[in-house]
């Protein structure tokens, strides 16, 4: 069974940092490309970043919100993505999922990390 | 940049009837990298539909995809109580590589 498990969010200042974790199981990980979606209390989906699994070269992806502040990476051994953020800003406040990529969509999601960034 | 909008916003319906939610795209999606989620309060989104008409594992027949270029469609043939919820699409492969649409509601009437 697939499994997702996010972790690490919690509530940091405006300019603080953040590193956010995704423990995967039932699959093989290091073959998958990744991605971190978040979601601003009641608000919509937005993509935030992307790996791709050891076929790609673990090639990274950011949207422009993100991009300079945030960084994807994975530890295929330990079949585990992170989310190392920077800088956080108040818009960043939102619920973080990760995501398994299945031909460009999404077949498996994590259950969340909320992630509140506020003074 | 690609964005899609989705049309209409909330849509009333009542447990029986069929519902029809649009997708539009400002520039042509490839139909292999269009994908319908379903989100409930609460919970993470549920993938229905990838390659713009192939159902994923486990999503009742009554969930169908259609659609090609830039405008997409998804049916929902006879609603069921479980239905009513908030509906995404999805597009990756354009700048940025991956992006939704702002989600139709669907609410009983």
């Known amino acids: 069974e697939v499994q997702l498990l996010d972790s690490g969010g919690g509530l940091v200042q405006p300019g603080g940092s953040l590193r956010l974790s995704c423990a995967a199981s039932?699959?093989?990980?290091?073959?998958?490309?990744m991605s971190w979606v978040r979601q601003a209390p009641g608000k919509g989906l937005e993509w935030v970043s992307a790996i791709s699994g050891s076929g790609g070269g673990g090639r990274t992806y950011y949207a422009d919100s993100v991009k300079g502040r945030f960084t994807i990476s994975r530890d295929n051994f330990k079949n585990t993505l992170f989310l190392q953020m920077h800088s956080l800003r108040v818009e960043d406040t939102a619920i973080y999922y990760c995501?398994?990529?299945?031909?460009?969509?999404?077949?498996?999601w994590g259950q969340g990390t909320m992630v509140t960034v506020s003074s | 940049e690609i964005v899609l909008t989705q049309s209409p916003g909330t849509l009333s319906l009542s447990p029986g009837e069929r519902a029809t939610l649009s997708c539009r795209a400002s520039?042509?999606?490839?139909?292999?990298?269009l994908a319908w989620y379903q989100q409930k309060p609460g919970q993470a989104p549920r993938l229905l539909i990838y390659?713009?008409?192939s159902r994923a594992a486990g999503i009742p027949d009554r969930f169908s995809g259609s659609g090609s270029g830039t405008d997409f469609t998804l049916t929902i043939s006879r609603l069921e109580p479980e239905d009513f919820a908030v509906y995404y699409c999805?597009?990756?492969?354009?700048?940025?590589?991956?992006?939704f649409g702002p989600g139709t509601k669907v609410d009983i009437k």
């Open positions: 999805q597009q990756y492969g354009s700048s940025p590589l991956f992006s």
């Open positions: 520039q042509s999606v490839s139909s292999t990298y």
């Open positions: 039932g699959f093989t990980f290091s073959s998958y490309a």
């Open positions: 390659g713009a008409s």
């Open positions: 995501a398994k990529d299945y031909s460009g969509a999404y077949d498996f």
